[in-house]
């Protein structure tokens, strides 16, 4: 199946801080990518839907001014959780499909905590 | 609304059949995937259903009812390494784009398999 890299599969942060998290299609053109957010046990929360070179679809109850999406090129997303708080702390996910596909393939996750 | 439905845990031996229930209420339906994630990985991608019917894949097999609103995984020859946790997840189409489908997941089954 295709590959999509997620970096960095871990990252620790101070609260106030900003941290940005890279989702890359390697050998395919994600024409969409969306990122999901997921706690202990439970299930993958969709967060926010992009497509290339248009802004994202939030779903609802996300801040789109908390969690910023780029989708600058058919291989590359980022999220930025700007101002992290504890509560932000969470495995994050993304995934990438292009036109046709019936699989969505998925990054490694990145573990954020914010202390 | 939108809502999945799959049991909370399953629990069974090495070389037993498994058979995991999902039955979902959502406002699109494009199909049925099954996932797979090991705690601290990303979700893998196991099996898709968009008609009525069995798929088979190796160990695993998937089934579809569109009437009924309902599928399953089934597990066979289960191994130590199938414990687990079991996403059922429903393809729906994207307000704003066509063809690019997200998808809606269940809350998840772990999975325990014991000698």
């Known amino acids: 199946g295709a590959v999509v890299s997620q970096h960095p599969s871990r990252v620790i942060c101070k609260s106030g801080t900003s941290v940005k998290i890279e989702c890359r299609s390697l050998d395919f053109q994600a024409t969409t990518m969306f990122w999901y957010r997921q706690f202990p046990k439970q299930s993958l929360m969709l967060m926010a839907t992009?497509?290339?070179?248009?802004?994202?679809?939030?779903e609802q109850g996300v801040e789109k001014d908390k969690f910023l999406i780029n989708h600058a090129s058919l291989t590359l997303s980022t999220l930025t959780v700007t101002s992290a708080h504890p509560e932000d702390s969470s495995f994050y996910i993304c995934?990438?499909?292009?036109?046709?596909?019936?699989?969505?393939?998925f990054g490694q996750g990145t573990r954020l905590t914010v202390v | 609304g939108q809502s999945l439905e799959q049991p909370s845990e399953v629990t069974a031996v090495e070389g037993a059949i498994v058979q995991i229930n999902c039955t979902y209420q959502?406002?699109?339906?494009?199909?049925l995937s099954w996932y797979q994630q090991h705690d601290g990985g990303a979700p893998t991608f196991l099996s898709y259903?968009?008609?009525?019917g069995l798929e088979e894949t190796g160990r695993f097999s998937s089934f579809l009812s569109r009437s009924d609103s309902y599928g399953y995984l089934l597990l066979q020859e289960l191994q130590m390494k199938d414990s687990a946790s079991y996403f059922c997840a429903v393809r729906d189409r994207l307000e704003f784009s066509g063809g690019y489908n997200k998808l809606i997941f269940g809350a998840g089954t772990r999975l325990a398999v014991h000698p």
């Open positions: 995934s990438a499909s292009s036109v046709g596909n019936t699989e969505a393939f």
């Open positions: 259903n968009a008609l009525d």
């Open positions: 992009s497509n290339e070179g248009s802004k994202a679809t939030y």
């Open positions: 959502t406002s699109g339906f494009y199909g």
